[in-house]
């Protein structure tokens, strides 16, 4: 008789302690994404090499450390990216323990000579849709897909037309929750209130760039995000390539033309980017740490139902992530951060809240003429600690 009091073991690292991906997606989900934009080689003149074997490596030790949560894309390297993690899955005889997620929208054919009229192998509608899903599931040697991605939004799709046919797939089975990507917030706004009405599936994730040195998701995005009861997946928290240390900018201005992280393109320093990388410095070197594992800590601690996108192909990169996890900085950190670089809500937050906008009732200046109330607080960040 089996030992009805077994449990499941403890996790090897922190990566293993997972969450609920968002209020209105029940699915449990590592607190890293494992992004695979630069999975395989098909576009290595520009993002550099990383091939099938490199490849497996990042998989396996994100997966043996308790990763579950990978994303990936129709247009990643034309397609290699989800035949690579396809593959992978086979091998490993563990689909049903990842949660995977693809997208489509982009123009993922252009690099097949075969296809003479490109003009529906993009966009939002129904026929590029359908047609790049099975693709993807073909090449992911699966049946389903558990986040189906809007990747992009092209704004000649009507919203009954995207919302129907991504309910059919997941009516089907074959996808089982919805996202967006690069969308404005008023368009999934938009939409989620039409899927309610119609009885259709909403999205439930959006994934988006942000960082400390790049906040305009705060404006809208997020605030739309925690009012819809969605997870916000970012993508470039760690700075594109452009958090580096005093020392690495100052060699590189040595090396006229260097080029980062093995890609085949020179990155021209942003000045936003420098000032802030300057500020993630002085506290990584105060903690013993890397710049990067401070930048990852920001943003995980700064929202709830945030789930960062770690990519890169190397291996000793996805570790530092990985400790990073392990990473709380204080509330004065978390200031020190964000008070490096201003930051325009814009209006009407500004008119709403002041300079530090409004998202919200006791953000409210006006309300405060009127009473005094008691608020009921935010939801709080868990740190896993």
Known sequence: MANIMIVAPEPKSLLGYHRQLAPNAAVKVSPLCLGSMGFGNSMKDLMGEC????????????????????????????????????????????????????????????????????????????????????????????????????????????????????????????????????????????????????????????QGQWSAAERDVERDIIPMCNDEGMAFIPYGVLGSGYFRTSAQRAAEKQNPGTKREGRNIAMIDKPQKTIMADTLEDIAKARGTNITSIALAWARLKQPWVFPVIGGRKLEHLKASVNALGIVLTSEEMAKIENALSFDFGYPQTILGGPGGATKPADVWSTKRFGHFDWVSAPQVSNFL
Request: net charge negative; glycine share 6%; no cysteine.
């Open 51 to 206: 091939d099938k074997d490199a490849s497996f490596k990042l998989l396996d030790f994100f997966y043996e450390n308790g990763g579950n949560f990978i994303d990936t894309a129709n247009v990643y390297q034309y397609g290699e990216s989800e035949a690579i993690i396809g593959e992978w899955m086979k091998i490993r005889e563990n689909r049903d323990e990842i949660v995977l997620a693809t997208k489509y929208s982009s123009a993922w054919q252009l690099a097949n000579p075969k296809i003479k009229i490109q003009s529906n192998f993009g966009g939002n509608n129904k026929k590029s849709m359908l047609t790049a899903f099975d693709s993807s599931l073909a090449r992911l040697q699966t049946n389903y897909v558990d986040i189906f991605y809007v990747h992009i939004w092209d704004f000649t799709t009507s919203i009954p037309e995207l919302m129907h046919t991504l309910h059919e797939l997941v009516s089907s089975g074959k996808a089982l929750y919805l996202g967006i990507s690069n969308t404005p917030a008023w368009i999934v706004s938009k939409a989620n209130e039409y899927a309610r009405q119609q009885g259709l599936s909403p999205f439930s994730v959006y």
